[in-house]
């Protein structure tokens, strides 16, 4: 059976040999054996044992309250690990948490993020603005909320860029309203338009290829053809021509 000098076990936990020698001291930690010349020599019990000590005490508990856990009876080691293990787990997450929150706050002191959402809604009047996005939030209630928290993630840059594109490709696809809305022209464009429309939503990475919603968002073009206006006015046309585009752009392209 293997068995370990004080030196050996600081060296293998990472606890210095004179604190080892003070939980020995105390009781806390007593080695195996002690030899004729007063050597300390530890066996795998002794080391389940400081691994179970140097556990409570990650987790905040005394030395004499880990001692008389350790010394009941009752103590089940197996027990104690798994309990041990949930309430790590617990940290980790707590710990992955804070990291995600401080690497987010990095970041946006590093690239002037936005930090509230009028700045979502740039170019817009502000009462304009506000209403839409009133009313957006009475149709699609945390939606919104959602979408506003994935947007703020990108830089003012990077807004103003995704904007800018994104008007571009309306313009072209309005421009090709005497066009078939199947017609490959149309359709590539239309790919594009979904894929800027899965950046605002904030859904580039799901695997949900949403086709349902984005077939929705067409059918939102024709009841509501502000989403689809031309110089500033609404466009009945443009509308029913982008819905009709959008449907078959989702059916043949996103099974």
């Known amino acids: 059976m293997i068995e370990y000098s004080v030196q050996k076990l600081a060296k293998i936990s990472g606890v210095s040999v004179r604190t080892l020698h003070h939980y020995d001291q105390i009781g806390l930690l007593k080695p195996k054996v002690r030899t004729e010349a007063g050597y300390r020599l530890y066996g795998e019990e002794e080391l389940l044992r400081l691994q179970q000590i140097l556990f409570y005490k990650t987790l905040a508990y005394p030395l004499k309250e880990i001692a008389r856990i350790l010394d009941d009876p009752q103590f089940d080691l197996i027990a104690s690990l798994s309990k041990q293990k949930d309430a790590l787990d617990k940290q980790k997450q707590n710990l992955e948490t804070l990291i995600n929150t401080i690497n987010k ?29 009133e009313e957006a939030i009475k149709k699609w209630g945390k939606q919104v909320e959602e979408v506003e928290n994935q947007l703020r993630q990108l830089s003012k840059t990077e807004l103003h860029k995704l904007k800018a594109d994104f008007k571009a490709v309306n313009e072209k696809l309005a421009s090709l309203t005497e066009e078939d809305p199947t017609s490959e022209i149309v359709q590539q464009h239309v790919a594009l338009h979904y894929t800027f429309i899965r950046k605002f939503w904030g859904t580039m990475d799901s695997e949900d290829k949403q086709a349902k919603a984005y077939v929705g968002l067409g059918d939102l073009y024709v009841s509501d053809n502000r989403y689809t206006e031309i110089n500033g006015e609404p466009n009945a046309d443009f509308a029913d021509f982008m819905s009709k585009a959008m449907k078959y752009f989702a059916s043949t392209s996103l099974k």
């Not at 706050?105 to 996005?133: Q, S, V, W």
């Open 105 to 133: 706050t990095i970041f946006n002191l590093k690239n002037k993020k936005m930090l509230d959402h009028e700045e979502l809604y740039e170019g817009l009047p502000k009462e304009k603005a506000a209403a839409y996005r």
